[in-house]
């Protein structure tokens, strides 16, 4: 090949470039889409897993304010996560999800919420109640409770840390404005405010099923406290006592299986290499169920027995799939494939939720069941490729 | 309990994160113009440009330190452009959109003008995405074959392949030469 002709190609390329227009990314743009892929990959650990300890749990006292006593904390290698979740709870509310500004779940509830600003998160409480994050006005965040008419209840001053709960929608936590976390249990009117004061700059990951005000396990991630550490996993009891999760084989950790004793999260995440896999671990003795280089972000099912799983690669406007893998053996149960993926949800223990667009831009709310059988389309509603979907899912 | 490092460490971060930002910030007024127009021809649409660039800064921005010190920003961005490309490509409607060696119907452009560019991108348009990666690397961003093979993690003989090739598929595309006036020299 000539240089001529090298030349011309690059010329050709120049011009071509110039369409791209003028970016308009602002620092508060790019630090959105780092909060979020941070959220997804949950407290990266500089170093990767050889920089982690052999101990399963180790104390730490971070906390201030509360009966938060590195003294009252379990001896490291004696995980207790187990103690305060209660894996018999079979109480289960269905998701909801939000399609052109209504809120609508499988069990019949549809309403438009009364709320300002739009809906960034949405959580159920509850049979009748829910729980709206959103950013009414001056960027600042606010948690809305919610009757089943979408009548906003009452209000709270929120830190924007997340807004979560325990996957089966009866209980659900944020962080006041004050620092302190809210626990909102089904069936209660009002949040109680647990005592303990979180580090700031804190995100709150997940709550543990079975919760109650006087024992409540959540975890939350707080900024690296060694020197050359991004982040740290805590899990936090209601009593203010805390835990620094390291599990050996993880280097983030993205969920913890519904009774505590199982973790999931990446065992690599190599940028450069363009590796990225993930595993189940045994959270007591450390031990490594399995591990695949083939899906991630792994999301455990309300009764803990099964997974729900997309691309390795996660961080793109959509994926390609979405698959259930056993928990004990990681062996795909189900997949769907042949849609852009964009979100995913458990709704029971049995069924699924995803949020899809086909070859022709169609948004879609797909229900599968983990047993097989053709998706049942939920929703359905004309948008464009590569276009945001007009169908959020919700918790 | 907390040792005195790890209380320092955690006094200063609110400093460290200023840090980050103001130098973050400077270097987000100086490379997004070039870093979007080598997004838009890895993916050949401005949304999709715009929505990989996005995350490659975003990852960039938890990365600062680390990548800052190994002065090779621009480089770390390029890999995650490519990256994100690839992951793009392989959503569905996106592999309906992958190309194959068989090259679009259309007619040979008689002069390097407005036509015979779009030729050009037409061509690589067509190219699967770590191909399409190579040619933008090595014609467009003037990386050396080395360098090129270091962002995509390929080897050498890799980029030679995918360069070459993609130039046989431009010849075959427009017969006689690229460059403006070498028709003129043909006669």
Redesign the interface.
């Known amino acids: 090949m000539s240089t001529h002709d090298e030349q011309a190609f690059t010329e050709a390329l120049r011009i071509q470039a110039v369409g791209a227009g003028t970016p308009t990314l602002t620092l508060d743009d790019v630090r959105g889409r780092a909060r979020g892929i941070r959220r997804r990959r949950a407290a990266v650990v500089a170093g990767g897993a050889a920089a982690l300890v052999a101990a399963a749990v180790l104390p730490v006292a971070l906390l201030v304010g509360g009966d938060s006593s590195p003294d009252s904390l379990p001896p490291a290698g004696d995980p207790t996560v187990s103690d305060t979740a209660n894996p018999e709870v079979e109480v289960s509310y269905p998701p909801g999800w939000v399609v052109d500004g209504e809120v609508r779940s499988s069990d019949g509830t549809a309403f438009t919420p009364d709320v300002r600003g739009g809906i960034s998160s949405l959580l159920r409480i509850g049979a009748d109640r829910w729980l709206v994050g959103g950013y009414p006005g001056r960027g600042e965040f606010q948690v809305s409770l919610l009757d089943a008419t979408g009548t906003t209840l009452a209000t709270y001053d929120a830190a924007d840390s997340g807004l979560v709960g325990d996957g089966r929608g009866t209980a659900a936590m944020w962080l006041g404005d004050d620092g302190r976390r809210r626990l909102l249990l089904a069936g209660a009117e009002e949040p109680a405010t647990l005592p303990t004061l979180v580090p700031e700059g804190s995100q709150l990951l997940a709550v543990l099923s079975g919760c109650s005000i006087e024992s409540c396990t959540n975890l939350l991630e707080v900024d690296g406290v060694a020197p050359g550490e991004d982040s740290a996993l805590l899990r936090v009891e209601s009593n203010g006592d805390v835990t620094r999760l390291r599990i050996p084989g993880l280097v983030s950790v993205t969920e913890v299986s519904p009774d505590g004793a199982l973790a999931t999260g990446y065992s690599v995440v190599d940028e450069d290499a363009f590796e990225f896999c993930s595993a189940v671990v045994d959270v007591a003795t450390g031990q490594q169920l399995w591990e695949t280089c083939d899906a991630s972000s792994m999301r455990f099912s309300p009764d803990g027995t099964k997974v729900l799983a997309i691309d390795a690669y996660l961080d793109g406007f959509a994926q390609s799939f979405v698959e259930v893998r056993s928990t004990e053996d990681g062996k795909v149960l189900h997949s769907l494939e042949g849609y852009s993926v964009l979100d995913q949800r458990w709704e029971t223990a049995e069924t699924y939720l995803v949020s899809a667009q086909d070859d022709r831009g169609e948004n879609l709310l797909l229900r599968l069941h983990v047993d097989g059988g053709e998706p049942e389309v939920v929703e359905r509603r004309q948008g464009s490729l590569g276009d945001p979907s007009s169908i959020r899912l919700g918790g | 309990?907390?040792t005195a490092?790890?209380v320092e460490?955690?006094g200063t971060?609110g400093t460290e994160q200023e840090r980050v930002?103001a130098e973050?910030?400077a270097y987000?007024h100086a490379r997004?113009?070039a870093?979007?127009?080598?997004?838009?021809?890895l993916t050949g649409?401005?949304?999709?440009?715009?929505?990989?660039?996005?995350?490659a800064?975003?990852?960039l921005?938890?990365?600062w330190d680390?990548v800052r010190e190994r002065e090779a920003t621009d480089g770390?961005v390029r890999?995650?452009l490519v990256?994100?490309t690839?992951?793009?490509w392989?959503?569905?409607?996106k592999?309906?959109e992958r190309a194959t060696d068989v090259l679009p119907e259309g007619g040979v452009e008689p002069t390097?003008d407005e036509g015979?560019?779009a030729a050009?991108?037409a061509v690589?348009s067509t190219l699967p995405p770590k191909a399409r990666a190579v040619?933008?690397l090595r014609?467009?961003e003037?990386l050396t074959e080395s360098e090129t093979a270091d962002v995509l993690?390929v080897s050498v003989g890799t980029v030679k392949s995918q360069g070459?090739r993609a130039?046989a598929l431009?010849?075959d595309r427009t017969p006689g030469?690229?460059?403006?006036g070498?028709r003129e020299e043909e006669r």
């Open positions: 309990m907390r490092t790890e460490h955690v971060r930002d973050f910030t987000l997004p113009g870093l979007l127009r080598t997004a838009y021809l649409d401005r949304h999709q440009a715009e929505d990989v660039l996005q995350t800064l975003a990852k921005y938890l990365s680390k770390y890999r995650i990256n994100e690839t992951s793009l392989r959503r569905p409607f592999r309906r390097y015979q560019r050009v991108w690589v040619v933008v014609y467009y003037g993690g070459s130039m431009l010849r030469h690229l460059a403006p070498s």
